[in-house]
């Protein structure tokens, strides 16, 4: 009719081709909308083992996690556990993104990466100290029999699994060859007890008692070394967030290279980050298996 408009629907063919093409482009959106989404949402967890106590530790981490919310732009929070197997459980559940653990606590893991390792005094290796109260007369092994001992935590390398190796290889067989064994979860605390006397020996982490006795003397002053073991493969910061592992990984390596960054490793009493061959963690692993199957052939928990 004339004066009458008529609209066409508006038809047009699309290939097989062209309909795979635009699938493949959607699943691009939707997939890299998602990983907007994520990290405008997610929260970097940072996880520290109790290798010392709470209070020291998030005085310790709290500028390395600022520092690393301000260089990813995405907010932090330290997550704190007592025991080491809490925070293991938290890394293998993927509930922690980043994890400042033990290495004896690492070998208990499985298919965890390790990003770095902190090198100290220009070493990437630290030992385990045997430490008595020097008011114990403790001058050998032998003079360990009836007294009392503290180990720091079962997943502990230098706190643990090295001083049991020890024992054993030395024919101390049963934790009734002392007359108490304690548990203490960190290794300050475990310097504490010894030093005030509280119990006679401990097993613990060179790197703490170096840093306790450069900041406060007076809290080993009462304590000796009674044995150095050899050296191992430092303690592992290990990742489990896939999405800013990279970036975790750029961030740690480099801190050393920005004024910042340096300030909150000397706080840490770290000269920098560094990568690491996982094969090192190898030597702690082999006494592991030579601790676990004496543990398992014996008729009680003896240690």
Request: charged share 20%.
């Given at each position: 009719m004339?004066?009458?408009?008529?609209?066409?629907?508006?038809?047009f063919s699309?290939t097989?081709?062209k309909?795979?093409?635009?699938?493949?482009?959607?699943?691009?959106?939707l997939?890299?909308?998602?990983?907007n989404?994520?990290?405008?949402?997610h929260?970097i967890?940072?996880g520290v083992?109790?290798?010392?106590?709470?209070?020291?530790?998030?005085?310790?981490?709290?500028?390395?996690?600022?520092?690393?919310?301000?260089?990813?732009?995405?907010?932090?929070?330290i997550?704190?556990r007592?025991?080491?197997?809490?925070?293991?459980?938290?890394?293998?559940?993927?509930?922690?993104?980043?994890?400042?653990?033990?290495?004896?606590?690492y070998?208990?893991l499985?298919?965890?990466?390790?990003?770095?390792?902190?090198q100290v005094?220009?070493?990437?290796?630290?030992?385990?100290l045997?430490?008595?109260?020097k008011?114990?007369?403790?001058?050998?092994?032998?003079?360990?029999?009836n007294?009392?001992?503290?180990?720091?935590?079962?997943?502990?390398?230098?706190g643990?699994?090295y001083?049991?190796y020890y024992?054993?290889?030395n024919?101390?067989?049963?934790?009734?060859?002392?007359?108490?064994?304690?548990y203490t979860n960190?290794?300050?605390?475990?310097i504490?007890l010894?030093?005030k006397?509280?119990?006679?020996a401990?097993?613990?982490?060179?790197?703490?008692?170096?840093?306790?006795k450069?900041?406060?003397?007076a809290?080993?002053?009462?304590?000796?070394?009674?044995?150095?073991?050899?050296e191992?493969?430092?303690?592992?910061?290990v990742?489990?967030?896939?999405i800013?592992?990279?970036?975790?990984?750029?961030?740690?390596?480099?801190?050393h290279?920005?004024?910042?960054?340096?300030?909150?490793?000397s706080?840490?009493?770290?000269?920098?980050?560094?990568?690491?061959n996982k094969?090192?963690?190898?030597?702690?692993?082999?006494?592991?298996v030579?601790?676990?199957?004496?543990?398992?052939d014996?008729?009680?928990?003896?240690?």
């Amino acid at each position: 009719m004339v004066g009458q408009r008529v609209i066409y629907p508006l038809t047009f063919s699309i290939t097989k081709k062209k309909r795979y093409m635009m699938k493949i482009i959607a699943a691009f959106i939707l997939f890299f909308s998602c990983i907007n989404v994520y990290a405008s949402q997610h929260i970097i967890k940072i996880g520290v083992s109790s290798i010392v106590s709470a209070e020291t530790n998030i005085k310790m981490y709290d500028g390395l996690a600022e520092y690393v919310a301000k260089r990813l732009n995405v907010p932090t929070e330290i997550v704190y556990r007592k025991s080491y197997k809490e925070m293991n459980d938290l890394i293998s559940n993927g509930d922690v993104d980043l994890s400042f653990i033990c290495t004896g606590a690492y070998i208990n893991l499985n298919n965890i990466e390790v990003l770095a390792v902190p090198q100290v005094e220009g070493k990437i290796y630290y030992k385990s100290l045997l430490i008595v109260n020097k008011k114990a007369n403790i001058n050998s092994l032998s003079d360990l029999k009836n007294k009392v001992f503290a180990f720091t935590d079962t997943l502990s390398n230098t706190g643990y699994l090295y001083p049991v190796y020890y024992f054993i290889t030395n024919n101390i067989l049963n934790r009734d060859y002392f007359k108490k064994v304690y548990y203490t979860n960190s290794h300050d605390k475990s310097i504490y007890l010894v030093n005030k006397g509280v119990v006679d020996a401990a097993a613990v982490d060179n790197m703490i008692y170096d840093y306790i006795k450069k900041n406060n003397p007076a809290n080993v002053e009462n304590i000796n070394i009674l044995h150095v073991s050899k050296e191992f493969p430092n303690p592992p910061v290990v990742v489990t967030n896939t999405i800013y592992r990279n970036k975790l990984e750029e961030i740690l390596l480099n801190m050393h290279n920005d004024p910042e960054g340096r300030k909150i490793l000397s706080n840490l009493h770290i000269d920098k980050f560094v990568k690491i061959n996982k094969e090192e963690y190898n030597t702690v692993k082999n006494i592991k298996v030579l601790v676990d199957k004496h543990l398992k052939d014996a008729p009680n928990k003896i240690f």
